[in-house]
């Protein structure tokens, strides 16, 4: 079965410095991986996502994510935080050999940036 | 772009009740639609894949006599909470996937409050 585990329930970063919010899963076969923000209140957008190809992905509001298949991770990443990008983050990941197109979610890691 | 439309966005019943939301895909068809719901400060989970023209398939631990969802056309499923308790309040969120000219895109809905009173 698919997993994804996002092991921080909580990041703190002070604006203007980098920021990574991690994630791994498991999944037999070739995954499908996603990042999603969600703001209070409202539904999910998505960031990023990893099919195939470079393992460094390039997404939305300046984010971007490492694919690495030995550590099975797909960090978030930014170079810069805002305190704008303070939200709720989820991992999610897709497909593999038993997986079809249902996405299973991580937990969520709520990332909070200071002024 | 493709977008998913949820209608409503936020609902109030009064226990025992029914109450009906409804996941639309907007230009595009949506062969297979899921379901997930959301408590306060917790992840997606899944409840349910939904296909066009066939039963809907439960996750485990979900109940298909409370949870009924209908795809009866390739752009609209629809979950119905029947006799709804106050602790079916929750946020539901549906997503559709988009056809293999789409790339088989996922797309989500902004969501459904229902709270039950």
């Known amino acids: 079965a698919q997993s994804v585990a996002q092991p921080e329930d909580q990041v703190n970063v002070a604006e203007g410095n980098p920021l990574t919010v991690k994630c791994t899963y498991s999944v037999s076969g070739n995954p499908y991986l996603f990042w999603y923000v969600q703001y209070p209140n409202r539904g999910l957008q998505f960031l990023l996502k990893y099919i195939t190809g470079d393992n460094l992905v390039k997404g939305s509001y300046g984010f971007e994510a490492e694919f690495n298949k030995s550590q099975t991770s797909f960090h978030l990443k930014k170079p810069s935080a ?11 990941v897709r497909g593999g050999n038993t997986g079809g197109f249902k996405t299973i979610f991580g937990a969520g890691t709520r990332l909070f940036v200071k002024a | 772009g493709a977008v998913v439309s949820q209608h409503p966005s936020w609902v109030i019943c009064k226990s025992g009740t029914s109450v009906k939301i409804e996941c639309r895909s907007l230009d595009f068809q949506a062969t297979t639609m899921f379901w997930y719901r959301q408590f306060p400060k917790q992840s997606l989970m899944l409840m349910a894949t939904s296909n066009e023209g066939s039963k809907a398939t439960y996750e485990q631990g979900v109940e298909k006599d409370k949870f009924l969802i209908n795809h009866a056309s390739l752009t609209l499923s629809t979950l119905t909470v029947t006799s709804a308790h106050p602790e079916d309040s929750s946020f539901y969120i549906c997503s559709a996937r988009g056809n293999r000219e789409a790339g088989n895109t996922i797309y989500f809905g902004e969501g459904s409050w229902l709270t039950v009173v």
């Open chain 1, 82 to 92: 805002l305190v704008s990008d303070s939200a709720l983050y989820f991992c999610a």
